[in-house]
Each structure stands twice: as C-alpha cells, then as structure tokens.
C-alpha cells in the first residue's frame, strides 16, 4: 500500500493566483513528521516546510502553508501568490521511525 | 563544506561493470539516507543508516546493490554487475534527526 499519495500529477496555475497541492498519507504510528520539497528542473532538492504530527498549528513558511488535516490523514500544500519561478516538480514526504518516504510528486507549471 | 558532497555528478558505466557512489554528509548529522529517482519519477527509498545502529535496507532492488559508511561519517553505494534498469539519479540525503533533511546534488548513473 502506498504511505504517501499524490493524486496530481500535473497542475495549472496562474502567476498571482493561488494552488493547492495534494497529499494523503498512511500511518499507524502516532509519531510522524511530513514535509514537502520542491525539485526544479535542475535536479536539486529544496526544504519548503515541515509539519509535525503533534503540532497544534498548520505550518507556514513564506507564501507556504501546509493543510494539516489530521483525521484525514492529508497534508496539503497551499502556495499563495504563485510566481513564474514556482514551475517545478513537488513532492511530499513522510518520516516514520527514521525513515523518510516520498510520493511520486505533481508537476506544477505557473502561466504568465 | 556546508552541504552534502556527492560524487562523481556523472557516472557512465558498461553494463556488467561495478560501480562506487560517494556521499560524503554534513558533518555531525547522524542519519544518512540513499534514493534512486528515475526520469520524472518520485524518489524510491534505498537505504537509511542512523548512529551505530543496523542500517535498514529494506528498499535495496536486489543483492547487487550495498552501502556502508564508514565512521558514522561518508557513505559508498555500490551496485555491483550494473543493469541498464539501474540508471537513474541516486540521491544522498543527511539529517540531525528530528530536523528537516539536506540533499546532494545526486549522481546521474547512466548504464549503457
């Protein structure tokens, strides 16, 4: 069965506007940590934003929020005011125990 | 340096040939991680090493692939008899657990 589910594997936005992209994840452990990275076409892998399973609060980071649904099991990322320089592959991931498990990533392409 | 060093970028290999992947981490991050990653593919986990403890190798593709790292610090991955299937990106990522995780640059394996 697959931890971490990205239903998008390619979005649309336009410059200005606002995107969410999806994740759901699976875990029996009380204890976990998700976060998502973003990859541009270089290859490198950045560090958006990270929410903990305990925290009370949805994270934010910058124009980054993350929709922290608890009962649901979903981790959301929500990118405000999306620029051109957004175009990129993002993944979500989860850590559980040590081990941190990625889904299989939305391509996400901003429209001037 | 402050980052994750891998090396070489670029590795072409005959197929049937070893090979060495180099990961050299940040210093004093105790977790050390390998993926593989496919052309527009998520990132599939391969091996995680935490501390003086066991690695978990659970996502080795088969037994001609190994890591070790030596002195809780750098890290080989080797593939041993390459495949052409074994062509990819492999990424290194380190981490000071419970802290987010910094990535390498990869090593862009190409097996003809």
């Known amino acids: 069965a697959q931890k971490i589910t990205q239903t998008q594997p390619g979005m649309f936005v336009q410059e200005k506007e606002a995107v969410t992209l999806d994740c759901t994840y699976d875990?029996?452990?009380?204890?976990?940590?998700l976060f998502w990275y973003k990859q541009p076409s270089s290859g490198e892998m950045i560090f958006l934003i990270y929410q903990g399973s305990y925290d009370q609060q949805n994270a934010t980071e910058g124009r980054y929020s993350l929709n922290f649904q608890k009962a649901r099991k979903s981790a959301n990322l929500v990118i405000s005011a999306s620029q051109l320089g957004d175009s990129a592959m993002y993944f979500c991931a989860m850590r559980e125990g040590g081990k941190l498990i990625f889904g299989q990533g939305t391509t996400l392409q901003v429209k001037p | 340096g402050a980052g994750v060093s891998q090396s070489p970028s670029n590795k072409v290999t005959e197929k049937g040939k070893d090979v060495e992947l180099r990961c050299d981490p940040i210093?004093?991050?105790?977790?050390l991680y390998w993926y593989r990653q496919s052309l527009g593919q998520g990132l599939e986990f391969l091996i995680y090493f935490q501390g003086n403890s066991a690695p978990d190798k659970s996502g080795l593709p088969s037994d001609r692939f190994s890591a070790e790292r030596t002195g809780g610090s750098v890290s080989t991955l080797t593939i041993q008899r390459t495949q052409q299937e074994d062509s990819a990106v492999y990424l290194c990522a380190s981490s000071r657990l419970p802290s987010g995780y910094t990535f390498g640059s990869g090593t862009r394996l190409t097996v003809v």
């Open positions: 875990t029996s452990d009380p204890s976990y940590g």
């Open positions: 210093s004093g991050h105790t977790a």
